[in-house]
């Protein structure tokens, strides 16, 4: 009897990358994934605990799943991911409509603790594992474009910033084998796809050896980014997430020296303050993150920065949180991802520090920052007009069907007319624009040449829905 499981991802990209991960050992145990929780025997909720807030958004989300099981009696119910390693039996116990908790290392392990819940009883598995990095493991692309692809290149983070809860849920830091790594970016190009983004949590971090022949073969995050980019030179490649205290300029040299490494860089900064940078256990202060961010200027006069910021964290005070915006100010981030702190148990903020910036404080400063922010993507934006820019078409604009939308190598929204002297631009198209006029949020651009036609089409690998958690404080400019 076929088993049909729906998969619905909270959070991280890393998070979708692991529910890939997820349907692909599923499919291998009999499972067929479905697009809607109605249709499915087995509802996974792969969550997020990053913030109080997603964390409640799932919680909703599992209360609803009461009313899906008074219909379908035979529906299983999973959570999966950061929520399953930090509340565990708590999820189990306080949470009747729960049968499985599993941890974001233990998903080899789903095949038979699925066998468990079949039989009437609840499973669990939260281990985490030093090992643990998925690597032969096909990931089953889900609700793909079919041109763009996450490729998890590590697991777990070592940092411990104090604000922090993924080292608690996602374990220590590990890295996998290089050479999976670029087998699964070939496997993609024969695929069709035109881009990859290689995740990890502090990817500077990315750290192989192996003994070969008596030699041993390092490989550093700027070594693994050479590979891939020599072993697939049709392919675009980006990165997700740089640590500004371990971003090296090797890495920078590197994606100088690569035409396929597109010209971005996302590096959180989270404060502009120095004090509260030390209270938060960055590991940098102020002076090196700006260094840093000059020296991606020397490498690429032309690369896109993006980052992440956090207001009213332990102690800010607002000079602090000046010297957050005055930051803005000299960088010009292209973007940025802008959060209020939001205190996570047993982090070393919730242990040492009090969380005493009052709500509506914390809530004025993210305002201020998120102003300033907008402004900030409007000015870099217009510097792309009269440009000519590379853009890999992604898909039929959400405004227009007459309209595709594809991204720059920076990282840009950019908007195209479906249509080229009678050519339709499918996606996968690589095609060179001229950039005729900017919004805050996407660029116009007339189509001078089609660079590369898209690759062969395939359909794509399932038809599974993941669907992205609505109501967390995540704003994006
Ligand atoms: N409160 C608010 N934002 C947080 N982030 C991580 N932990 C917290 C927290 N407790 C933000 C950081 C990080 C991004 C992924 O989420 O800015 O870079
Ligand atoms: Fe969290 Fe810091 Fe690790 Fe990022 S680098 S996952 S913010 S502990």
């Known amino acids: 009897m076929s088993k049909r499981v729906y998969i619905e991802s909270y959070g991280c990209q890393m998070n979708f990358s692991d529910s890939e991960i997820v349907a692909s050992i599923l499919v291998k145990d009999g499972y067929t994934p479905v697009k809607s929780a109605e249709e499915a025997d087995l509802v996974l909720l792969n969550t997020c605990s990053i913030r109080e807030k997603a964390e409640y958004t799932v919680l909703q989300r599992i209360n609803e799943m009461n009313n899906l099981k008074a219909r379908n ?6 959570v999966l991911g950061c929520m399953a390693e930090r509340m565990r ?10 049968d499985l908790v599993v941890g974001p290392d233990a998903y080899r392990t789903l095949p038979d603790l699925l066998s468990k819940v079949g039989t009437g009883q609840k499973a669990v598995n939260v281990l985490l594992s030093r090992e643990e990095t998925y690597g032969e493991i096909e990931p089953m692309r889900l609700d793909s474009n079919g041109v763009t692809a996450f490729v998890t290149i590590m697991r777990g983070c070592d940092n411990m910033c104090a604000f922090c809860v993924v080292p608690f849920t996602r374990g220590r830091e590990r890295s996998r084998d290089p050479n999976t790594i670029v087998e699964e970016c070939k496997q993609l190009v024969a695929s069709g796809y035109g881009e990859v983004t290689l995740l990890g949590q502090n990817v500077d971090s ?11 073969q390092r490989v550093d995050f700027a070594d693994l980014l050479a590979m891939v980019a020599e072993a697939c030179p049709l392919l675009r490649i980006r990165y997700s997430t740089s640590h500004p205290k371990d971003m090296t300029d090797k890495v920078l040299e590197v994606m100088a020296r690569y035409p396929n490494i597109c010209k ?4 959180p ?3 502009g303050s120095s004090e509260v940078l030390m209270r938060m256990n960055r590991g940098y202060d102020r002076a090196w993150y700006l260094e840093r961010i000059a020296s991606i200027r ?3 006069p032309d690369c896109a920065i993006s980052t992440d910021l956090i207001s009213g964290f332990c102690g800010e005070t607002e000079e602090d949180h000046e010297q957050t915006l005055s930051l803005m100010e000299e960088v010009g981030y292209d973007m940025a991802y802008m959060f209020k702190y939001s205190e996570r148990p047993k982090t070393l903020a919730a242990r040492k520090y009090a969380d005493d910036v009052p709500e509506d404080v914390k809530s004025r400063r993210l305002q201020e920052i998120i102003d300033l922010q907008k402004r900030k993507s409007a000015e870099r934006m217009a510097t792309h007009v009269g440009a000519v820019l590379e853009v890999l078409v992604e898909g039929v604009s959400k405004r227009s069907a007459e309209h595709m939308y594809g991204r720059s190598t920076q990282n840009a929204v950019v908007i195209v007319p479906r249509h080229v002297d009678g050519q339709e631009l499918l996606p996968g198209t690589l095609v060179r624009t001229r950039i ?3 919004t805050a949020g996407s660029l116009l651009g007339r189509v001078l040449e089609i660079v590369m036609l898209s690759l062969p089409k395939h359909e794509p690998t399932s038809k599974v829905t993941l669907r992205q958690a609505q109501g967390d404080n995540t704003v994006v400019a």
Do not use: F, P, R
């Open 269 to 271: 900064v989270q404060s």
């Open 298 to 300: 020397k490498h690429m």
């Open 264 to 267: 971005y860089i996302h590096l």
């Open 73 to 78: 009696k035979g529906l299983k119910v999973g």
């Open 436 to 438: 005729m006029s900017a």
């Open 89 to 98: 039996e708590d999820l189990l116990e306080k949470k009747k409509v729960v």
């Open 206 to 216: 990315y750290k192989w050896s192996a003994k070969d022949d008596g030699a041993t």
